[in-house]
């Protein structure tokens, strides 16, 4: 399946989640309204996001910034517990690159201390070039080959030249706390990329020579932290 028909299929899902269950749903007056209000909310939420990993040979440290809208459902529908969406900020140096939009669909498992919240989702918008690096290998003090590695983009951004962004999906699993108006969480989070690797290597008379080129999805795995306040 392409990533636009994901894209599409996950649209798809969100929207008869979200509205599709009301159709089958019967007005229950015996529900304890106390806990629907406890349970459910809108809140204004922000993260701090961590990234350091090894990758290709290189290591990767970030720190990115979430704010956006989390609403949590009064009653689950279809098992969705909630959803939220917001713009996330990656390499603040700059201001023509590293703006993301996203969205994601969440369940809530409550345990007597915490709630138990994975989610899934999608983002899209243009990337900051942390992920482009170059690897040379040596032959003693002499350079025999290298190799590029950068992130491969996969769709088109506004105001910009054509397939310089970036739309791909994630998954998290995190823990979460209620405490008056306000909601604290943490977890880890997993993007799905994909990453290009071209070869290069110098001949025995000094040319450079293309050698190969390949395409790999990988795991970028994040830390977050988050908090919110409830203003509905």
Do not use: C
Request: aromatic content about 20%; charged content about 25%.
């Amino acid at each position: 399946m392409s990533l636009r028909n994901k894209a599409r299929l996950f649209l798809i899902i969100f929207l008869f989640g979200f509205f599709g269950s009301s159709l089958f749903a019967q007005d229950d007056s015996s529900k304890d309204k106390n806990f629907q209000k406890e349970n459910s909310g809108t809140y204004v939420k922000t993260e701090l996001i961590r990234g350091n990993f090894d990758l290709y040979g290189n290591n990767y440290r970030f720190n990115d910034f979430w704010i956006g809208i989390e609403h949590y459902m009064a009653r689950n529908r279809l098992t969705i517990s909630g959803f939220s969406f917001g713009y996330k900020k990656e390499d603040f140096s700059s201001s023509n690159y590293g703006h993301f939009v996203n969205g994601k669909l969440f369940w809530k498992f409550k345990t007597r201390w915490f709630d138990f919240k994975p989610g899934v989702g999608m983002e899209w918008g243009k990337p900051s070039p942390r992920f482009e690096h170059t690897n040379f290998k040596y032959s003693g003090d002499k350079l025999v080959s290298y190799e590029r590695v950068y992130l491969e983009r996969n769709a088109n951004v506004p105001f910009d030249i054509k397939s310089t962004g970036l739309a791909g999906l994630f998954f998290e699993t995190g823990l979460s706390r209620k405490a008056g108006p306000m909601m604290f969480e943490g977890g880890a989070r997993f993007g799905i990329n994909g990453f290009v690797v071209n070869e290069f290597y110098f001949s025995d008379d000094g040319n450079l020579d293309f050698q190969s080129s390949k395409k790999e999805r990988n795991l970028i795995p994040v830390l977050y932290i988050g908090v919110g306040i409830k203003i509905f």
